[in-house]
């Protein structure tokens, strides 16, 4: 059909890293014996990177975004939401953490050249010392946030059954 580029908005794309490294694994397959090739890119998580990372390195192999860019990858985006470790908590990303979130980064910078990266702000909790720990974080990566959005309560998630305890916004009528 003529596809040159593929992109996924989910940030599973790769959540198992796994069937990343099998996705991987056939996409080099099958550019080895048709010659197939596609560019692609996708949204993961931060800390499910950063763990590849780091098992990775004690595997003695090449982590999933080097073997993703070698087929072709060549954008990853993070919802990184915030800098903050208080806010990271309140929202049920505690698996999140500055730390892994700059390895991330860093790293995807480093092989892939850039990292789309989003922020939100006006999380419950958020206070000025929050939000300049965000602003720090983006320091410290370097990083320019590509996206800066106020913090929503999507249906079926835990901060949208936190809204709806406090009061925030009424019950859907889904």
Known sequence: HGISYIETLDD???ADYRWGLELCKELRTRRRQSGFEVTWGGT????IIAADIIRAQTEGRPHLLE???????LRVAYGVETGSPTILKLIDKSERTPDKIKLAIA???RVMGYASCSFMFGSPGETAKTIQETVDLCKDIPHVPEVIVFTTAYPGTSF?????EK???GKSVA
């Open 12 to 14: 599973l794309t790769m």
């Open 44 to 47: 993961c998580r931060t800390n």
């Open 67 to 73: 073997q993703a860019f070698d087929v072709g990858m």
């Open 107 to 109: 790293e995807t910078q």
């Open 160 to 164: 949208w059954n936190l809204a709806l």
């Open 167 to 169: 009061g925030l916004i």
